[in-house]
T-cell receptor, first 113, second 112 residues
């Protein structure tokens, strides 16, 4: 079945860039997503990328997709303390009309002052 | 911004009680989902619905049941809660022509 993997922890200094990495196994993945979860809250959709793209930029967020290596990354420029949260990578397959998401285990980003 | 609501946000109940977790969305989305988020923070799909009167079990086996009588409403029921059901339950929805899945704030359930 599908598998999505992320490193569990990342610490950066305020003002630096953060790069959160994700690998997936399903070569038929259609869309790949990044969600943010703050303590006690639900998941907030940050951005997503279609599998025929290799980069997407949205303000401080840059998503890079290497489809050959099945590697997805999220770069946050000028990281702020408010960016401290858990970031989930997720993918949805091309087959199946329900388009349910398969999630990674999440990366806890800690931004140090 | 998504309009998807879950109640209650927090619930502490005793073993053996029947509970229903509510999820509603006002966007007219036909696809709705329930995920369980365990203490290790990984999310697992437990139920989903294509539309009214259509429900399916997800990847993770669950003793809960769901119903979809109205488009906007997708409640999850546990007939007899057990401590192993302690978890966070997240509801999500998606429109027919969209790949954006939006999440509610979650219900944190503790069964004592």
């Amino acid at each position: 079945g599908e598998d999505v993997e992320q490193s569990l922890f990342l610490s950066v200094r305020e003002g630096d860039s953060s790069v959160i990495n994700c690998t997936y196994t399903d070569s038929s993945s259609t869309y790949l997503y990044w969600y943010k979860q703050e303590p006690g809250a639900g998941l907030q959709l940050l951005t997503y990328i279609f599998s025929n793209m290799d980069m997407k930029q949205d303000q401080r967020l840059t998503v890079l997709l290497n489809k050959k290596d099945k590697h997805l990354s999220l770069r946050i420029a000028d990281t702020q303390t408010g960016d401290s949260a858990i970031y989930f990578c997720a993918e949805t397959p091309s087959s199946g009309s329900a388009r349910q998401l398969t999630f990674g285990s999440g990366t806890q980003l800690t931004v140090l002052p | 911004e998504a309009d998807i609501y879950q109640t209650p946000r927090y619930l502490v109940i005793g073993t053996g009680k029947k509970i229903t977790l509510e999820c509603s969305q006002t966007m007219g989305h036909d696809k709705m989902y329930w995920y369980q988020q365990d203490p290790g923070m990984e999310l697992h799909l437990i139920h989903y619905s294509y539309g009214v009167n259509s429900t399916e079990k997800g990847d993770l086996s669950s003793e809960s049941t769901v119903s979809r009588i109205r488009t906007e409403h997708f409640p999850l029921t546990l007939e007899s809660a057990r401590p192993s059901h302690t978890s966070q339950y997240l509801c999500a929805s998606r429109g027919a022509a969209s790949y954006e899945q939006y999440f509610g704030p979650g219900t944190r359930l503790t069964v004592t």
